[in-house]
């Protein structure tokens, strides 16, 4: 089969997107993939673009593109749309008249240190609805190609799945993924710029390597780059003409992109930020107090601290004897 060829004339427009969706999908594609962040009508600087229109206009803008989204996407597809959990709540039975159906809420939480209101607690988090195609079939879904480690590798049941060579459960629904920041080479000067991190994770989880995902409301055209950064064909477009100068290169487009299982994209968790330490050191501080830990469940800690570093020989088969396991039940579900 021919390698697939990714080009900005082909991928990339200016435009408004309801109408360039209807004109601008090269021949012989249906987007598999829907991934987008509306502007979220708040007045934020999109350049020529007004991010405050009169409710009703906003509305219908958001509902002309899940219209068209719909009529170009293939017969099983997924749209995904991150936005404030009140918007979607007030646009609800719009977004059911569109074709498309509920598949789940998921929640994207993230520390932020900004915030004092009297009125009301800090917000730190956003909605990511999930609505679905389904007239083909189920939509592709993966997943166990991105997964959270066990919490207590230690315990009977969760060291047995280890030795049967399970490297981890499926993800909550509710995403801890910090915000871009400045610091962050990812970042450029645009407003909402979503996380690589976050993008992938949904690329990855929901489509196959060569198929082609759709941004229609793109800023920085961070989809298309997750995108073509996973080995699928990104396309974006922005009504923004200044959206440009972040158009994705052909060099970003990785053709040999190899999908694997049991990934854990997390590069910083929590935990780390709050304490502002490194990963690495993290892990140090973690194994420094595994030392603590009795000899059983040291030695599972450990294995998964292997895992989650990267170190491939963890997910070889044990032949330790159930009595190196910890017979007693952890508090914790896994
Ligand atoms: C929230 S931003 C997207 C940011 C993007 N997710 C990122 O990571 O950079 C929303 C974008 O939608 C664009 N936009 C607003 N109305 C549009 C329309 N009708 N068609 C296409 N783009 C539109 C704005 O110019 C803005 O860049």
Known sequence: MPKKQWSRDDYCHVGNSSEVLRSGIPDGH??????????YNIGHNYGNVSDRLKKDDYHRMIGEVLVSSYEAAADSAHFFMIHYPEAIAEMWSMIMETGWKFRQWLTWVYPSNIGMSNRAWTRASRTVLWLVKDEGGEPKFYPKRIIRPYRNPWDRRVAQLIKDGKRGCSLYDW????????????????????????LQRIIRSTTDVGDLVVDPFS??????????????LGWGCDMNEETQEYWPEETDFIRDYVEEEYSIDQDQSFDTVRANIGKERMNEMLRWASERLP???????????????????TAETSDESEDEVQKSRSVFDY
């Open 175 to 198: 995403w801890e993924i910090n915000l871009t920041k400045n610091v962050n080479k990812e970042k450029s000067d645009y407003s909402n710029q979503i996380p690589q991190v976050l």
């Open 295 to 313: 000899p059983s469940q040291r030695k599972w800690t450990i294995r998964e601290l292997d895992f989650i570093e990267g170190a491939q020989e």
């Open 219 to 232: 800023g920085t055209f961070s989809t298309a780059k997750a995108a073509l950064a996973t080995g699928r």
């Open 30 to 39: 249906s987007p598999s993939l829907f991934l987008t962040d509306p502007p």
